[in-house]
């Protein structure tokens, strides 16, 4: 069982069992991340670049620890501190890096579709850390991990995805992934922050909050993208809360047990009451510890294909 | 993939009294069953640690506390594969720290392996010793590690194979000594 592709640049097209072999090899990684020492030789000698040309902390943190617990080296890019700022295109950048012989990248960009782009230009493995509105397959399967060690199995599971659904590269990889693994998925939000068509998609679609909770058995709650407010999508911050913002008194209200998942950055007070994100019903801590696992699945099921042996 | 059996070197029970004897071995060699853990190798060396902790139970009336190792990371040979094994979990609920640990393999062979998971428990803790007991020693080392207790020596050549078969996942008994795939035509 392995992998079909070199790359990991999103969850479209990736199957059942490649889901299964990444979250089940995760498992494996969990009991080396309780050690003394938690760190194993595997990608001893793999050098791995984090090229990260939007900001980012939980996601670059994570990927950087994954690639240190398993002994690879690693280097960090950030554009505010590059030749990015000089106005190196993108191609130049990528061809530079792989000169000095770079075995894999990890990539995040504000535009759709680069690290498939990347693919075209160097041999490396590259791993999508979230393009554009596009995909963040590692966010996903480290929600989906966190899901299953709760619950056992994905299958016939109800997960409703609250919030902004049409900007979120995060919704649109769970979503794929999601369907796959045979959960049913419920995308909850402001009409105007909807993908137009979404039930194309195989997933049930609504506008009232209180649907999600009566329905779902885990709750994705998305970050309201604050810095896309301005566009007026959603008349004030304090009306979206109103509608839509997790507080404890609907969680009680819904007389079921809810498990509460976010991506982060939590907007408390937002899409998230402060004492929702601290309370028994939100796992975001789990997904955070279960994230370095995922991601050190991913960097070891990828990082044994070899162009020079194929 | 049919492999052709050369011949049965060890029947049932001959398994079972070489277990029996190599439990022995251990409980005198460190006077007793107090301070070793018993820890196996995925994944026939599991089952014959098992069975090795049954038989030093029934003896000593002790239960030796028993892991499981999957040394698949630290292999020296990932960097030479096209796609990455599967890896399963460890399972060691105990520290091995100033414990006399008996890694215990179903056969013994160009000790890679066993180099992979003396790295694995160095990372675990500071076993007070680590003792090394296989089924099979079949010799063509390419590594300074030895057995401490060695259930059956059987020379082979290269183009031959050890298959250890027991009941518990093979539903019988024996050692056989069969020939390498690549060697059947």
Redesign the interface.
Known sequence: ??LQSRHLLGLEGVNREEIA?IL??A??FM??LQ???P????LR?KTVVNLFFENSTRTRISFELAEKRLTADTVNFSTSTSSVKKGETLKDTIRNIEAMNIDMVVVRHSAAGVPLFLTRCVDAAIINAGDGMHEHPTQALLDMMTIRRKAGDLQGLKVAIVGDIAHSRVAGSNIHGLLTMGAEVMLCGPKTLMPMHAERLGVRVSHRLEDALEWADYLNVLRIQLERQHKGLFPTIREYHREFGITLERLEQAKRDVVILHPGPINRGVELDSDVADSDFSVILDQVTNGVAVRMAVL??L????PA?? | MVQKIKAKIVDAEGVERTIVRLAHEVIERNRGAKEIVVIGLRTRGVTIGRRLVEKIKAIENFDVPFGVLDVTLYRDDFRRRLKQPVIQISDIPFAIDEKHVILVDDVLYTGRTMRAALDALMDLGRPASVQVAVFVDRGHREMPIRADYVGKNIPTSVGEEIQVRLKQVDQEDCVLLVESPEEVE
């Open positions: 069982m392995a072999l089940d090899t498992e494996s009991e080396i050690r003394p020492i760190k194993v030789p595997t000698g070891y099921l990082s044994g294909s070899d042996l194929e």
